[in-house]
């Protein structure tokens, strides 16, 4: 059977295929319908007792993939530890009462509010005294 080829002609291989999706080679060879469509003769299973040939350029290229995952997940998990550290420490700040109110503009406001208006009292109270 042929092998399927890309527009530039070149075959179409799991790695690469893998490689252009972002998705680890395992994700199709455990989807074996996506698998058969990029390569025909996998749909064969492979005769009893024989191990498939894996070539030095494969075993680099899932080397390379797998190494950026692992940069790609090491970045994931220190984002969600600061985001988790950020979390709880504002959660502590909140509770152990050394922190301003989490609604402190609101009071901000209800204190500014009486303030103006006492302003403007006293300063129509100042005109009516000049009249």
């Known amino acids: 059977m042929d092998r399927p080829r890309s527009l530039n002609g070149k075959d179409i291989t799991v790695s690469g295929l893998a490689r252009a999706a972002r998705v680890d080679r395992t994700f199709l060879y455990r989807h074996r319908d996506l698998l058969e469509r990029v390569d025909p003769a996998a749909s064969v299973p492979p005769a009893q007792g024989r191990i498939a040939a894996v070539s030095r350029a494969s075993l680099q290229i899932d080397l390379a993939n797998v190494l950026e995952r692992n940069k790609r ?21 909140a509770e152990s009462g050394l922190g301003a109110p989490a609604d402190i503009d609101k009071l901000q406001r209800r204190i500014t509010m009486p303030e103006q208006e006492l302003a403007d009292t006293r300063g129509q109270l100042e005109k009516r005294t000049d009249e």
């Open 73 to 93: 997940l090491a970045a994931r998990v220190l984002q969600l530890g600061k985001r988790l550290s950020q979390t709880l420490g504002e959660a502590a700040w």
